[in-house]
């Protein structure tokens, strides 16, 4: 009779005539045997079950200060008010996640990309700051976002040199994104910094994580060197997939970069994928009940996936702006298979709580008992101390910061909306005002205040320079609201946070139509909202439901007098735009033909010409109805 064994990846059937003894369960070497095969014969457990823990969070943005997040609360009257309470902040995320990875079976950390770019720390240190409270949370991975770009391959370089060389993390965090290839100009060239995929072992058993990082967007949308190229998301996942799964792993997770709608599309067409978890589109993923405290998530946390193989996979994002951490517990059946997704996103709040009403009076120590027990009912506000290690590190930062940012330079006599594209389909719930922003008739005809003060900055500077006619830019370079009320240099530079600079251009009325149909096609045919164009000086009627060519209509020009006239396709206009449109990113391909004698670099930072044109205002408000550039709108 024979004996079975499980030798990796083999079973064995070794007769005990043949090979004689067995000695402590271990087989002697020499076995009469005559085959070549050369299985490496060290035994390994038999599979099993196992469970893990995903704890993640995207799209930080060099959110790093707790900010302030208007809440409907239960009070012990049994109504919903409204409440104010910090929410988010770094320091909240590193104490949640380090609570969890000590509690929780099988921890592994991930942030999905968009570390960098947002806020006044990148401006200040270039990925230091972020990199430093990274380092107090020790991530296993990064997904490498469209962000991570927006200072060049160089500043990507320098902001991986700062999560490397800095912090006390035994391991350092695996940077990864398979379907990018670094070009002979770019610093990472065949450096092993970013990598497609890392292993993971728990319990004895290997987990592959693969990285993936939006395509088109990054290529278009930031700032990559010109030889760096970005491959197609699905045929390299699929690749790479089939790769370990060839050496033996069975259970894959992909980080990625892609947004929401793009990674329930990418598990439905994968062979072989388990998880995702995703980033890019700010989603918050949560219980419908969240919309009784005010919130508006737009699908299930995890989100159930069936992949090409018919086997259950679970998608996952947690929102924005480190105002959430994704908990995600998956358990795998002892062939590799999804068993089971339960999880949450967690969103970050403080304990203080107070009513927004002016003059309201203070809660009661009955109404605070209440508001608690009302945060746990909803299973997914969490209230969380700030790690205070992390809050040391960052408060040299902060000190920094607040100096160059503390100064008061223009009031805003409103609520001044962001909207990237107008209507209700495409980006109508991204307001951090709520619904005064999210659900307004105006902004959903004209798009967002911000956008349309920021064109009409642009316009403005470029009048004193060369006499422009026209300014053009796009919604998604555009942050953040401006709540009323005082607007700091601070401020000024979270709405325009990244390093772009004005253009001039001359174009022909042909040519900008033609830019303003790239635009529109990245927003329908890219599902790119940030493409949506403002513009100041120009108005005009969209119809998305239109072929590219025809969706954008009925074209006028403010001239000097005031008045709006047909803008006429022959006559050469002189428009002011930003570097990164002028190159053709985000879309604006037509823009990238008009070069020589036709553009020139004003050289003046894009923020800063937003800074002088509040500077120069008694009061920012809504500017005239026939100032916006959207007229009228039809998805």
């Known amino acids: 009779m024979g004996i079975a064994v499980i030798f990796k990846n083999k079973t064995k059937h070794v007769s005990s005539l043949t090979c004689g003894l067995v000695v402590s369960g271990l087989f002697l070497v020499g076995c009469n045997n005559d085959s070549q095969d050369n299985t490496d014969l060290s035994p390994v457990a038999q599979p099993k079950p196992l469970e893990i823990n995903v704890l993640h969070i995207n799209d930080s943005h060099s959110h790093l200060d707790e900010e302030s997040i208007k809440l409907k609360l239960e009070t012990s009257s049994g109504q919903r008010e409204e409440i104010q309470v910090a929410n988010g902040g770094f320091a909240r995320v590193t104490a949640l996640i380090n609570r969890l990875a000590s509690t929780e079976k099988n921890p592994i950390k991930i942030h999905s990309g968009d570390a960098i770019t947002g806020d006044l720390y990148f401006t200040l240190k270039e990925g230091e700051a972020e990199a430093d409270l990274m380092n107090t949370v020790c991530f296993d991975t990064l997904t490498l976002g469209n962000h991570e770009f927006d200072n060049t391959d160089e500043g990507l370089n320098k902001f991986i040199g700062f999560l490397n060389n800095k912090g006390n993390c035994t391991n350092k965090t695996q940077v990864l994104s398979a379907n990018i290839e670094f070009g002979k100009t770019s610093a990472l060239y065949q450096t092993e910094l970013v990598k497609p995929y890392t292993i993971i072992e728990k319990e004895g058993q290997k987990l592959a994580l693969i990285g993936l990082s ?210 209700t389909t495409r980006d109508a719930s991204r307001s951090s005002l ?151 990113q985000d879309f604006y391909d037509s823009f990238k033909q008009i070069t020589g004698e036709r553009r020139v670099e004003v050289g003046l930072d894009y923020a800063e010409a937003f800074l002088q044109y509040a500077k120069s205002t008694q009061g920012l408000k809504r500017l005239p109805t026939e100032f916006y550039s959207t007229q009228n709108y039809k998805e």
Not at 500 to 518: H, M, W, Y
Not at 563 to 583: E, G, H, S
Request: glycine share 8%.
């Open 434 to 584: 709520g619904d005064i922003c999210n659900k307004s008739d105006f902004t959903n005809l004209h798009g967002g205040d911000v956008q349309q003060l920021v064109a009409e900055a642009f316009l403005q500077q470029g009048k004193k320079f060369f006499a422009a006619d026209i300014s053009i830019q796009n919604g998604g370079g555009v942050r953040v609201d401006l709540p009323q009320g005082d607007i700091s240099v601070e401020k000024i530079y979270t709405v325009l946070p990244f390093k772009n600079t004005l253009v001039q251009l001359k174009a022909t009325g042909q040519e900008i139509k033609n830019v303003l149909e790239d635009a529109m096609d990245g927003v329908v045919n890219k599902k790119n909202t940030g493409s949506y164009p403002y513009a100041g000086g120009l108005q005009w009627d969209v119809d998305l439901s239109k072929n590219k060519g025809e969706r954008v209509s009925n074209l006028k020009v403010r001239n000097a007098e005031g008045q709006y006239v047909a803008l006429n396709p022959a006559q050469t206009y002189q428009v002011i735009t930003i570097n990164f449109l002028a190159d053709g």
């Open 214 to 423: 939006i395509a088109d967007k990054t290529k278009n949308a930031s700032r990559p060197n010109a030889d760096t190229i970005f491959k197609d998301e699905l045929t390299t996942a699929q690749k790479y997939i089939d790769q370990l799964k060839q050496e033996g792993i069975n259970k894959i997770i992909v980080q990625s970069h892609l947004g929401y709608g793009k990674d329930k599309e990418l598990a439905a067409q994968l062979s072989g994928v388990d998880v995702i978890v995703g980033g890019d589109s700010h989603t918050l993923l949560a219980d419908a009940k969240l919309k009784d405290y005010g919130m508006s998530p737009e699908g299930d946390y995890p989100t159930a996936v069936k992949n090409k193989d018919g086997d259950q996979v679970c998608v996952v994002q947690a929102w924005q702006y480190a105002y959430a951490v994704g908990q995600l517990k998956v358990n795998f059946d002892a062939n590799g298979k999804v068993e089971a997704c339960t999880g949450k996103a967690n969103i970050l709040i403080g304990n203080e709580f107070k009513r927004t009403a002016q003059n309201a009076p203070v809660l009661s120590s009955a109404e605070l008992n209440a508001i608690h027990q009302d945060i746990e009912r909803s299973n997914s506000l969490i209230m969380v101390q700030p790690d205070a290690t992390a809050l040391s590190i960052l408060e040299p930062y902060k000190v920094a910061k607040n100096l160059l940012g503390k100064e008061i330079v223009a009031k805003a006599e409103e609520n001044l909306c962001l909207r990237r594209v107008p209507g």
